[in-house]
């Protein structure tokens, strides 16, 4: 055994006689005060370095409360001689974890282990927990109890999110802990419910890959339990909805687990019970949906922002080569306009963050899109063509890609549209035509020319295109066939 020095005393510990497994803040030890109790101490996988010698204070914010559900914390800090960071806890007879390991629990005996819980979250009023896990709930003077408390907060201020995302445990973390926003006392019910299914299936809701766990706990709606009572599947479906702000509070929690602990509830209360189960359930798996379509909302008005970034780059690229060779030529201060004698060159972006269903007849897969036109004076006025990001294939990368519509000879008479060359389409309803053109039904209008990509190996191409018409433009002659 070594001694370590902490803000209330010294402590002897034995860092070869383990307590359970390492977790992803530390890993616990057998010690012993100075007068020979037994005690479990942690020692913290953060350094006095990465904490910038921040004071760990939960021995001084749990001391003197007469706590039922909550691990007695006799000392922690910082060792004296610098060998890192240390919570002396009372040592417990077993985890929670031990317990699952030997098998799933009858449904009164786990709901009687959630009640203890829930009491010792309610104890501690002013803390959130963040790391709820069975690995921290101690079985301790008969009661279970909470362990670890304020050591996931102490993480996340002496270090990166980053670093205390990888602490979690992932199977027990919240959709809030996964996107890095705050954690709250609901973040905890959440891990309880995760608790509830371990306790009677055996393993969490959610298992996996790493990746996979995340997507889950982000998305998936979980499957109720077979065999547990239609009260106790409500209140777990409702502690693992996505959205932090639809869990019950605590309160709600220990009513729920009340009536879920009546031995022989009223035949009416297990019909209701049932139902709003199914119920809860279908909601879950609304819920589901809805992050999902959230998610890949947020994805395409992502790569839609780079897109247009890349289209920003482009033009900036296209004038400068032009007025490299034509001084004369005057840009706007925007960089969408370019004016060369009589004619001019536009683009503007029309659409972004567009989802799967803009071109759901085509099924092209387009998230942006952009106008292109050439202006001059006389009969022909414009030559116009739309930009499209849109992804190369199935599975390949998105690209921007050049499309021009003209009229369909049969239907389009009855469209009010004065252009006569190709064109692109300027309105947002339009929208509507350029899926259908190329939506395998006839319609009013149809694509001019296949679709030609403009980025990348070319976009020389595409310069060559459209500067020989500004330069046709600048002096009135360009046509519909330039």
């Not at 749990?62 to 800090?77: E, R, T």
């Not at 009858?106 to 009491?119: D, G, K, Y």
């Not at 099924?363 to 930009?387: C, F, H, T």
């Not at 190996?457 to 066939?481: I, N, P």
């Amino acid at each position: 055994m070594r001694t370590i020095r902490l803000e209330g005393a010294a402590w002897r510990i034995d860092t070869t006689r383990a307590l359970g497994t390492s977790g992803g803040f530390g890993a616990v030890f057998e010690g012993e005060s100075e007068g020979g109790t037994a005690v479990a101490i942690k020692r913290l996988h953060v350094n006095q370095q990465q904490a910038g010698h921040r004071e760990l204070r939960i021995a001084r914010e749990l001391a003197g409360k007469n706590y039922q559900h909550v691990i007695p914390v006799l000392d922690s800090g910082a060792d004296a001689e610098g060998t890192g960071y240390y919570v002396v806890m009372a040592r417990a007879e077993h985890d929670l974890q031990k317990i699952i390991n030997a098998g799933v629990l009858p449904a009164q005996e786990a709901v009687a282990v959630l009640r203890h819980i829930t009491a010792g979250l309610e104890e501690i009023a002013n803390l959130v927990h963040r790391d709820l896990k069975p690995q921290n709930v101690l079985y301790h003077d008969g009661k279970w109890k909470l362990a670890d408390l304020g050591i996931a907060k102490f993480v996340a201020e002496s270090t990166s999110e980053q670093t205390l995302r990888d602490c979690l445990t992932p199977q027990y973390a919240a959709p809030e802990q996964w996107t890095g926003d705050r954690a709250t006392k609901r973040t905890d019910v959440y891990a309880l419910g995760c608790i509830g299914y371990a306790l009677l299936t055996g393993s969490p809701p959610f298992a996996g890959t790493l990746e996979q766990i995340r997507q889950a706990h982000l998305e998936q709606a979980p499957l109720p339990i077979v065999d547990a009572p239609p009260a106790l599947n409500l209140l777990l479906q409702m502690c693992l909805r996505k959205r932090s702000e639809a869990r019950p509070d605590l309160a709600g929690v220990r009513a729920q687990l009340d009536r879920a602990l009546l031995d022989k509830p009223p035949e009416r209360s297990q019909l209701i019970a049932a139902a709003a189960a199914d119920i809860a359930k279908k909601q879950a798996e609304r819920e589901s949906e809805i992050a999902e379509s959230l998610r890949v909302q947020a994805e395409r008005r992502a790569i839609s922002i780079d897109g247009v970034r890349g289209l920003q780059d482009l033009f900036k690229q296209f004038f400068s080569d032009f007025t490299a060779h034509a001084p004369n030529a005057v840009a706007d201060a925007d960089g969408h306009t370019l004016n060369f004698g009589q004619g001019s060159l536009e683009w503007k972006v029309m659409w972004s963050g567009l989802g799967r269903e803009a071109f759901a007849k085509s099924r092209w897969d387009v998230v942006a899109g952009a106008l292109i036109r050439v202006m001059q004076p006389g009969k022909y006025l414009e030559r116009s063509a739309n930009l499209w990001f849109i992804r190369q294939g199935v599975e390949g990368a998105y690209r921007w890609a050049e499309a021009s519509y003209v009229k369909h000879p049969l239907y389009g008479e009855d469209i009010p549209d004065n252009r006569s060359g190709p064109f692109g389409f300027d309105a947002r309803d339009a929208l509507v035509h350029a899926d259908a053109a190329v939506g395998g039904a006839t319609a009013a209008f149809q694509l001019h020319s296949p679709l030609v990509y403009i980025d990348g190996e070319d976009q020389e191409a595409f310069f060559d295109r459209w500067m020989k018409r500004l330069v046709l433009a600048s002096t009135g002659q360009m046509t519909m066939d330039s």
